[in-house]
């Protein structure tokens, strides 16, 4: 199953979306 998530970084003042089968997994890298 794959996910799509938004990530806000207030350090860069944007936002990140993405997509992957496994989140949990992806979240740790980022």
Do not use: T
């Not at 998530?5 to 949990?24: H, M, P, Q, T």
Request: glycine share 4%; aromatic share 20%.
């Amino acid at each position: 199953m794959y996910s799509v998530y938004i990530l806000f970084s207030e350090k860069c003042n944007r936002y990140y979306v993405g997509f992957a089968s496994d989140v949990e997994s992806r979240l740790e890298r980022h």
